[in-house]
């Protein structure tokens, strides 16, 4: 986890909902250089503070995107096949991609503000995929496994009008600042029985809008990141946003548009959940 104001986010480790450990005297940030070099000294030294018993207590402090500003993030669309369904769109043969500048990220709980122009702001809860190692040219599906260095929660806001009626180029509709609400932590692989077996979740304003299972993807994480290392070079500390399952606002009849002030309220299995406010254009 990170901790703090925004850009004075310090690294932490996240013990259970009450405490943890700070370990911002040896990491700098969980930025590039920390996960290019790897978890394990990380975990040698929380355990040697938790036996120590320098643990802490959380006392209301902002909590940041688990990760720091990544090189890259990168998303995949349609890779549900009931939300391709709701959507009328075919279940693609590959997968669909599209970026999101990093300075979209933003906390778990902050606030997202609706873009100067908007007519048709959405949401979307989705599984992160955070890269651990430079990757490129995997030789195998397997292989991807090595290079994930774990998973977040994160919210695709999307404005569909930019997306759709903007000459169809998705990263319009994407790109809006705080429109990637990530964390509350990021969980490594080994603590994720089944990545392909996770609830998710997404409410507006108390009511339920999404409900689906990452057993409805189409390109689980690892093709997911084995396809991309075809194309292009991955970075440690790189973001991919993987999809949502059914229920967005555009998926209803008729289409449900996020307002100034509505709440979203998101989550997956044994990642975290996140609650933000809506704001009005700047």
């Known amino acids: ?13 996240r013990l259970d909902d009450a405490t943890y450990v700070d370990v911002s005297d040896v ?18 030294t929380v355990a040697e503070r938790v ?4 643990v802490r207590a959380f006392d209301g402090e902002r909590i940041g995107a688990p990760i720091a500003r990544p090189h890259q993030i990168l998303c995949i669309g349609l890779n549900y096949s009931d939300h391709a369904a709701e959507t009328g769109q075919a279940v693609p043969a590959e997968p669909i991609l599209f970026t999101k500048p990093p300075n979209t990220l933003v ?9 100067r122009g908007s007519t048709k702001p959405d949401w979307e809860v989705e599984l992160g995929i955070v890269i651990g190692r430079r990757t490129s040219y995997l030789d195998s599906v397997a292989d991807a496994a090595g290079a994930i260095a ?9 404005e569909r009008a930019f997306q759709m009626e903007r000459g169809g180029q998705w990263s319009k509709g994407k790109s809006a600042e705080t429109f990637n609400p990530a964390g509350p ?24 809008r999404q409900t689906g299972s990452t057993k409805t993807m189409i390109f689980d994480p690892l093709f997911v990141v084995h396809h991309l290392s075809q194309f292009m070079v991955l970075e440690p500390g ?31 299995d044994g990642l975290g959940s996140q609650r933000q406010r809506v704001l009005p254009p700047r």
């Open 238 to 268: 790189d973001l991919i946003n993987t999809g949502t399952p059914p229920g967005v606002g555009m998926g209803h009849t008729p289409p449900i548009w996020l307002q100034p002030g509505d709440v979203m309220e998101l989550g997956i």
């Open 185 to 208: 932590w990021l969980v490594t692989p080994d603590e994720i029985p089944d990545v392909r077996d996770l609830g998710m979740w997404l409410d507006v304003n108390g009511v339920r």
């Open 27 to 44: 990491v700098t940030d969980f930025d590039e250089a920390f996960f290019a070099a790897g978890l394990e000294p990380l975990r040698a």
């Open 1 to 13: 986890m990170r901790i703090g104001a925004p850009g004075a986010e310090k690294p932490v480790v």
């Open 51 to 54: 036996a120590a018993g320098a």
């Open 107 to 115: 906390g778990p709980n902050d606030d997202v503000r609706i873009p």
């Open 150 to 158: 774990g998973y977040v929660v994160v919210n695709d806001v999307s």
